[in-house]
């Protein structure tokens, strides 16, 4: 990838202009049999939308602090590079009080109802499909993301020295994230066109690492497995062989 990438948008944007007809998520829910497989271009696209409502609709602004109350997803990687494209800290599993928003999957709309600021729902159900009815005191972003435009620009640029995500009592700055995920890529012998496999959930370093940005920063791809404890060995062994998956990561570490 380009070595002058200093933010982990700049990682999607060399992506993107590397190959983006390629894979980059392919996302297996164990629990429900869903598939979803997002090249380069579609992911960014997702990003992009997700970034003008932030910035948009929300008024989202840098050194603004959104909440993430949601699991290993792809719904929560565009979540987390659309943060990265504005500029906002990205808190996985942060506190809803100290946020000045929220945004939270189905188990996370109670404690989400502690932020004082703007709410976001998603179903996390297949194909993003919108709740039957918006969760109170939330917007259904099934419904409020399409409308949003195709490409995205920054207010005003993001500063890589600024804080990034916060996981599990992890602070990252742009380049500390970018310069952790590429070090991990390193470690796991990861380069371009590697398929990385991860059961890992999103709320460690380790997790959200292996899952996305040790990935996107070598030029490969991850296959995210939400509930892989239900698989079973011989289905595992059938994914990692039909989805030419190079790296599988450890359940936990």
């Known amino acids: 990838m380009n070595a002058s990438d200093r933010t982990p948008a700049d990682l999607l944007r060399s992506a993107l202009a590397a190959d983006p007809a390629r894979p980059l998520v392919t996302f297996y829910d164990d629990a429900t049999g869903e598939r979803v497989e997002l090249s380069v271009a579609t992911f960014a696209n997702w990003v992009a939308k997700t970034a003008n409502l932030l910035q948009g609709e929300l008024s989202a602004s840098p050194g603004d602090r959104v909440a993430l109350l949601l699991p290993a997803h792809w719904q929560t990687a565009v979540w987390l590079l659309a943060c990265a494209s ?146 079973g060995e011989e289905g595992l062994a059938k994914r990692v062989e039909s989805e030419r998956v190079t790296v599988r990561v450890p359940a936990a570490g």
Do not use: M
């Open 86 to 231: 504005v500029g906002v800290t990205a808190e996985l599993g942060g506190d809803p009080a100290d946020a000045d928003y929220v945004v939270a999957g189905p188990e996370g709309l109670e404690a989400g109802l502690a932020c004082s600021g703007d709410r976001i729902a998603l179903s996390l159900a297949p194909l993003g499909r919108r709740f039957p009815a918006p969760p109170a005191g939330y917007a259904d972003y099934a419904v409020e993301v399409p409308s949003q435009g195709d490409r995205f620009a920054p207010f005003v640029p993001v500063d890589p020295g600024a804080l990034a995500l916060v996981v599990d009592g992890t602070e990252l700055t742009g380049i500390q994230l970018v310069e952790r995920a590429r070090t991990d890529a390193a470690e796991l012998g990861l380069e371009a066109g590697s398929r990385v496999l991860s059961g890992r959930s999103y709320d460690t370093w380790a997790g959200v690492s292996a899952g996305l940005y040790a990935p996107l920063a070598a030029g490969g791809s991850v296959v995210l497995c939400r509930h892989l404890d239900q698989l």
